[in-house]
T-cell receptor, first 114, second 113 residues
Framework: EAQVTQNPRYLITVTGKKLTVTCSQNMNHEYMSWYRQDPGLGLRQIYYSMNVEVTDKGDVPEGYKVSRKEKRNFPLILESPSPNQTSLYFC?????????????FGPGTRLLVL | GNSVTQMEGPVTLSEEAFLTINCTYTATGYPSLFWYVQYPGEGLQLLLKATKADDKGSNKGFEATYRKETTSFHLEKGSVQVSDSAVYFCALLSGAGSYQLTFGKGTKLSVIP
């Protein structure tokens, strides 16, 4: 089944404790992206990657890092989380076999930073 | 820059009522336009899309027409069901080769029996 998976789905952590949210897709897509969703703000793009070893900032990259060492994986790293990063995070992918207009979203990761 | 403005919710309708969710956009060039739907506890799913002016996207009884003259892409459904309760996002994709979606803030729809 074609899908985008994220782990963990729920995470509670404390300020300053490094964490990684994983994202994996099985569709051989070149493009992957991370969004955060906040009430009243909709979805805002954090980082995106056009292919392996190619990443770029989205609209709200501060406090986040990403890496793209393999085509299928695109982890989101919070080196020193802060409470304002409490949010719902979505990974998305698109590319080979799908027009760029069709993006596939993961189920989301709800993060609470205390 | 690109932006999407959609009507604020929440919107509450009775079953079988007519639905309209307004969406207008600002973009350079000729963007592609989308409606995504997010059911409770799930990720976003593409509901429908239109890639050029006057195109009509449709799916599951929902429709939206790409109106370049009014820079709009309003979502409509003639008869909503309880199962349509969700958050709806209007989005655009602009620029040749770009994969970066710009989303509106979302409109929460609740349909009551």
């Amino acid at each position: 089944e074609a899908q985008v998976t994220q782990n963990p789905r729920y995470l509670i952590t404390v300020t300053g404790k490094k964490l990684t949210v994983t994202c994996s897709q099985n569709m051989n897509h070149e493009y992957m992206s991370w969004y955060r969703q906040d009430p009243g703000l909709g979805l805002r793009q954090i980082y995106y990657s056009m292919n392996v070893e190619v990443t770029d900032k989205g609209d709200v990259p501060e406090g986040y890092k990403v890496s793209r060492k393999e085509k299928r994986n695109f982890p989101l790293i919070l080196e020193s989380p802060s409470p304002n990063q409490t949010s719902l995070y979505f990974c998305a992918s698109s590319g080979q076999g799908a027009p760029r207009e069709t993006q596939y979203f993961g189920p989301g990761t709800r993060l609470l930073v205390l | 820059g690109n932006s999407v403005t959609q009507m604020e919710g929440p919107v509450t309708l009775s079953e079988e009522a007519f639905l309209t969710i307004n969406c207008t956009y600002t973009a350079t060039g000729y963007p592609s336009l989308f409606w995504y739907v997010q059911y409770p506890g799930e990720g976003l799913q593409l509901l429908l899309k239109a890639t050029k002016a006057d195109d009509k996207g449709s799916n599951k009884g929902f429709e939206a027409t790409y109106r370049k003259e009014t820079t709009s892409f309003h979502l409509e459904k003639g008869s909503v069901q309880v199962s349509d309760s969700a958050v709806y996002f209007c989005a655009l994709l602009s620029g040749a080769g770009s994969y970066q979606l710009t989303f509106g803030k979302g409109t929460k729809l609740s349909v009551i029996p």
